[in-house]
């Protein structure tokens, strides 16, 4: 038995997979196991788990063929041993503090599960990612004393980050209901498994520090062409549970503006004309029964969505999108302070030509 059990599933992560094993492996909180899922990997993954494991007896080294991360997950969850579950992704890294500073506040708060922040890292750059920015919802507030529920923040139930990694969950929660598992679909299948655990936790707690760096990647099964149309399976599986458990008419708009934010969000990374179609189709009906009336859209989104549901192929929609961003983007350059300043130069390198 430990503290805290870590699911980390593995494929194809040479590139970042030490670096990943070396924030967990040096946390200051080491009462830990790592249940490593080598997931059918075909490079070098695989042997460096097994470097690792040679010198750190808390790393377990599980060989498997291809399953995905949802079976993966799922295969994890019946193998730990710990008192708190946490996944992790193996291109990622965490604070050295982050399993202290979440355990601190879930022994604190006997909370069913506790978030953090994350930070983006991208190429050289490190931004904060505005997730979770619960400490401005509640300001002042002691979090080693403090639990809420989804009724105190019902936005971030479906318009949020759904990475489980944001997340440290008390294993006894996660073991309370048969509906805390991964959807066996090819990507999003985090976003249930966020929804179903957020409505049914009795206690949220929440550590309001950016412990958690999470390396974009264009490749990413997210950004793939061919699984945008898994959205729709997504969005179903979502729409069942809310209907089926008596939350629809709770998160009714939530829910159309999580349909609205994503469906206009994975336009620009499709090649899939059905996608499009049945996007297109969603957006025309969502703009007459929902979007003119609430508030909850986002602005750039209705605009979007209005782009593509004024548009008469995908080709068309795509290169109206892109248009609006560059738009937005030149807008935002010219509102900045640091073109303001330099605008007199800009006259004057000008006026040289």
Same mark, same amino acid.
């Given at each position: ?98 399993? &202290? $500073? ?33 400490? &401005? ?48 679909? &090819? ?12 409505? $049914? ?18 490749d990413s099964l997210v950004h793939s062409s061919s699984n945008t149309v898994n959205f729709f399976t997504l969005s179903d599986i979502i729409e069942d549970y809310l209907v089926e458990n ?9 829910f159309y503006t999580f349909q609205t934010s994503k469906l206009v969000y994975y336009m620009g990374f499709t090649d899939s004309v059905q996608y499009y179609t049945k996007a297109k189709g ?21 605009? &979007? ?21 560059? $738009?937005?983007?030149? $807008? ?22």
């Amino acid at each position: 038995m430990v503290e805290i059990s870590v699911i980390l599933p593995v494929y194809n992560s040479e590139k970042y997979l030490k670096e990943c094993l070396d924030s967990l492996v040096n946390q200051t909180f080491d009462d830990i196991e790592v249940l490593c899922i080598n997931d059918g990997s075909d490079d070098g993954s695989l042997e460096i788990l097994k470097e690792y494991q040679k010198s750190d007896s808390r790393i377990v080294v599980v060989d498997q063929e291809n399953m995905g991360v949802a079976k993966t997950r799922n295969k994890a969850l019946g193998m730990v041993s710990g008192n708190y579950v946490y996944f992790m992704d193996s291109d990622d890294v965490l604070d050295s503090n982050a399993f &202290k $500073k979440l355990y601190n506040n879930l022994k604190s708060n006997d909370s069913d599960f506790c978030i953090i922040k994350v930070m983006f890292v991208n190429g050289g750059q490190t931004y904060k990612f505005p997730a979770f920015d619960l400490d &401005k919802e509640f300001s002042g507030v002691n979090f080693n004393k403090f639990t809420f529920t989804y009724n105190d923040v019902k936005s971030h139930v479906l318009n949020d980050l759904f990475a489980p990694w944001l997340k440290m969950y008390k294993r006894e929660f996660l073991m309370s209901s048969d509906d805390f598992t991964f959807p066996d679909i &090819k990507s999003y299948s985090d976003a249930p498994f966020h929804v179903k655990t957020f409505l $049914k936790a009795k206690k949220i707690s929440f550590v309001p520090e950016y412990l958690y760096y999470y390396k974009e990647n264009d490749d990413s099964l997210v950004h793939s062409s061919s699984n945008t149309v898994n959205f729709f399976t997504l969005s179903d599986i979502i729409e069942d549970y809310l209907v089926e458990n008596n939350y629809f008419d709770e998160f009714k708009e939530e829910f159309y503006t999580f349909q609205t934010s994503k469906l206009v969000y994975y336009m620009g990374f499709t090649d899939s004309v059905q996608y499009y179609t049945k996007a297109k189709g969603i957006l025309t009906d969502l703009s007459k029964n929902f979007l003119k009336e609430s508030s909850l859209p986002d602005k750039k989104d209705l605009d &979007k969505a209005d782009i593509i549901i004024d548009s008469d192929n995908l080709k068309e929609a795509k290169l109206a999108l892109e248009l609006y961003d560059c $738009k937005r983007r030149v $807008k935002s350059m010219e509102e900045s302070k640091s073109w303001k300043v330099t605008k007199p130069l800009r006259r004057f390198t000008s006026s040289l030509k």
